[in-house]
């Protein structure tokens, strides 16, 4: 398959995707967070379906479509896995990642690094869409649309914390008392 | 309608167009000039596609994924309305343009320079498959495929050469000799 066909599909399960999880966030407060501006279609899709949600962007560069920045504070610009992180605890609806680059050692490295900050950035409840899978043991896997391939795009909501999470005893603490 | 919804239409047009256009070439000679390599999608394609046909590509600069970078000699990078047009004469069998920004001055200064550009490549009976309309008198209009959607894409067949055409004399004279 090219890499042509294959961007076809993996575009529109992402559409779809988005799409179906929309649906899901009717009653979950909270901001988007959309790790991976690019040229910024993903983020006027979520604008266009969630009009009242504020959705914060981070890139290493602005690269987008002048239709497709978002205001000033919404957007931060710098090492995503940085900048991020800065955004802990900020409790989320939904967490959108489009960052992989298909360089298999880059993509690697990522899946390092993101799923426990897409973890820190959720409310519990809270749902992560991927164009990479996350493996972390408070993102449960969710069923994806039935039109969308096996495999081409991910999805999780954030469950309970467990004892196996990486939480400082302090931090969970805290949290049982809220 | 969204930039992600718009521009899935758009991709997929441009699939589709391309492999109707791979069926037209079969009896025509000659190679097929990418202009607009970009992340190298379509080149990735329409090697695929046309696996013994020789791409030249053209862009600005290079920004294609390494699996998709023609050899040394058949990428030029640099402004394409100059570096393509040192190849005019080379009797290409198709030219695909896939350059537009959709920021409208930009786009309206290469639909200027964009087709005489793509005739001159082109040989007689050539294709051209372009992301903008293309208003030349040697550019005849050709039929989408069905599935494609009016005014996605364009397509338009290099002509019989006319007066009208900016060709020298000697040219002509020389054109109908051959």
């Known amino acids: 398959m090219s890499r042509l066909d294959s961007f076809i599909r993996r575009v529109t399960a992402q559409r ?18 959309e790790l991976g501006l690019g040229n910024g279609r993903t ?18 560069a602005l690269g987008a479509h002048e ?6 504070e919404d957007l931060v610009i710098g090492e995503i896995s940085e900048t991020a992180a800065r955004f ?16 298999p050692d880059v993509d690697a490295e990522t899946a390092r690094w ?9 409310r519990e409840g809270g749902i992560v869409a991927s164009g990479l899978a ?22 999780y909501r954030l469950g309970a914390r467990t004892s196996s999470s990486a939480l400082e005893p302090g931090s969970l603490q805290e949290r049982l008392q809220h």
Chains 1, 2 share one sequence.
């Open 134 to 155: 996350l493996c972390h043991p408070e993102l449960v896997p969710l069923n994806l649309p039935v039109e969308v391939p096996h495999e081409r795009y991910f999805l």
């Open 67 to 72: 239709s497709s920045i978002p205001p000033g």
């Open 43 to 60: 983020f006027h899709h979520l604008r266009e379906k969630l009009p009242r949600r504020r959705v914060i962007a981070f890139d290493r």
């Open 16 to 33: 779809d995707v988005l799409d179906h999880v929309c649906t899901l966030l009717v009653d979950l407060p909270g901001p988007v967070i």
């Open 114 to 122: 993101l799923p426990p900050l897409a973890a820190s950035l959720l």
């Open 88 to 103: 802990a605890g900020i409790g989320a609806a939904l967490v959108h990642a489009d960052i992989e680059t298909n360089y």
